[in-house]
Structure formats: structure tokens, C-alpha cells
């Protein structure tokens, strides 16, 4: 059975950090583009940064460039979102979902239709 879960979010003054973790299980990502996104209820949802499948560059959203990185670490299976100087602004349920396409066209395009998804984890910026 495929899984994703993520995991780190909290609340966290503006300014600060946290790690959002995804941990997959029933398949690896070797093959697959991942990427997060993040939602706020009543607003659109947001391509926030992606890891293709094939060796290429890693996208961030203009909204976070610069503020957060994402990386992988193949013997946990797992993909991380480091988030500094958060704002408030940052204020969402972040998660993580993956596809076979292997491209990061969707998040980019901030889709809703990648292959898997996990439950999000909600951040919290407060001001």
C-alpha cells in the first residue's frame, strides 16, 4: 500500500523555522516527481516546491524562494521542507504528494491531481 506522511508542523513565531518531513512507504521515489503544497481553507491551493524524478533542478514557488529548501534522503525514503524566516502569510496545511510523471509540471501548476497525496500537517506563523 502506497503511504505518504507528513509530519513537523507546529505553531512557530514569524521569523522562525521548522522541518516538514515525508516519509513514503509501498514504493520509493526514485522514479517519481515529489512535491508540497500548501492550502489554506477558502483559497486556492499552492505549488510550493518540487524534486523531479530524473536529475534536474528543484522548483520553489517565487513565494518562497529563498526561505526554504527541500531535500531528499533516499535511505529513509523520506523528503524534507526546510522553512526559515517564515511569515505569517506562510500560514497553511502543508503536504506532500508524488507522481509517476516524473516531472514537476503539476506542482508548478499547482494541480491537484498527482498519482499520491498524504495528509497534511498544519503550520502555524503567528506575528
Known amino acids: 500500500e502506497v503511504q505518504l506522511q507528513a509530519s513537523g508542523g507546529g505553531l512557530v513565531q514569524a521569523g522562525g523555522s521548522l522541518r516538514l518531513s515525508c516519509a513514503a512507504s509501498?514504493?520509493?521515489?526514485?522514479?517519481?516527481?515529489v512535491g508540497w503544497f500548501r492550502q489554506v481553507p477558502g483559497k486556492e491551493r499552492e505549488g510550493v516546491s518540487c524534486i523531479p524524478a530524473s536529475d534536474g533542478s528543484t522548483y520553489y514557488a517565487d513565494s518562497v524562494k529563498g526561505r526554504f529548501t527541500m531535500s531528499s534522503d533516499d535511505a529513509k525514503n523520506t523528503v524534507y521542507l526546510q522553512m526559515n524566516s517564515l511569515k505569517p502569510e506562510d500560514t497553511a496545511v502543508y503536504y506532500c504528494?508524488?507522481?509517476?510523471?516524473?516531472?514537476?509540471?503539476?506542482?508548478?501548476?499547482?494541480?491537484?491531481?498527482?498519482?499520491?497525496r498524504g495528509k497534511g500537517t498544519l503550520v502555524t506563523v503567528s506575528s
Open positions: 509501498g514504493f520509493t521515489f526514485d522514479d517519481y516527481a
Open positions: 504528494a508524488t507522481d509517476s510523471w516524473g516531472s514537476c509540471a503539476k506542482v508548478v501548476n499547482s494541480r491537484d491531481d498527482m498519482d499520491y
